[in-house]
Every structure is written in C-alpha cells, then in structure tokens.
Nanobody, 115 residues
Framework: QVHLVESGGGLVQAGGSLRLSCTSS????????WGWIRQNPGNQRGAVAT???????NYADSVKGRFTISRDDAKNTLDLQMNKLQPEDTGLYFC?????????WGQGTQVTVSS
C-alpha cells in the first residue's frame, strides 16, 4: 500500500512562492514516475509536473520556468517549488505516484493565489 501526504499549500499573493512537499510511505520501490496534478476551481485536472525514477522531468507549458519538481529519495519526498505564482495557478494540488498497475493519490493541498 502506497500512502502519500501533501503539505505546503496556502494563500499567497501573485508573484510569491510556495514549496509543496509530498511524503510517501509504504511499498514505493516499484514506482516509476511521480508527479503533481492540479484541480482548478472549475474541477478540471491536469498534470503540472512529472518526474521519472530516472530523473527525467516534464512540465506543463503554463508553469515552465516557474516551477521545479524534484525527489529526495533519502527523505522519501516529492517536492514542487513554485515561483512567480499567478492566480491561474490556484487549485488543489495532488501528489501522484505511478507504477505499472496503479496511480496513487494523496489527499491534496490547496494553493490559492490572490491578485
């Protein structure tokens, strides 16, 4: 059982920064990719950033140059550094882990960016 817990969300003004963290536990040795999914106020979901076990990263066009995804295997964490935040970045951010069979979701952490 893979268990994911996000933290670090909050309220921030446009132009500010936040750092999200996802702590994982359970059997994660088979996880081949990790990522952050954002659910916007219209309840649409989309990938914000992903990283493979090999370290390959991918970003949504809207966050390129502003967000950085990283993993810390020693701490069993997945992080998302978010800079120059915009109101359009507002949403519920989920930590996702994927193996060959399943996607595992955290409970989500809310990010609200005010203008």
């Amino acid at each position: 059982q893979v268990h994911l817990v996000e933290s670090g969300g909050g309220l921030v003004q446009a132009g500010g920064s936040l750092r999200l963290s996802c702590t994982s536990s359970g059997s994660t040795i088979s996880i081949n990719s990790w990522g952050w999914i954002r659910q916007n106020p219209g309840n649409q979901r989309g990938a914000v950033a992903t990283i493979t076990s090999g370290g390959t990263t991918n970003y949504a066009d809207s966050v390129k140059g502003r967000f950085t995804i990283s993993r810390d295997d020693a701490k069993n964490t997945l992080d998302l550094q978010m800079n120059k935040l915009q109101p359009e970045d507002t949403g519920l951010y989920f930590c996702i882990a994927q193996d060959t069979m399943n996607h595992y979701w955290g409970q989500g952490t809310q990010v609200t960016v005010s203008s």
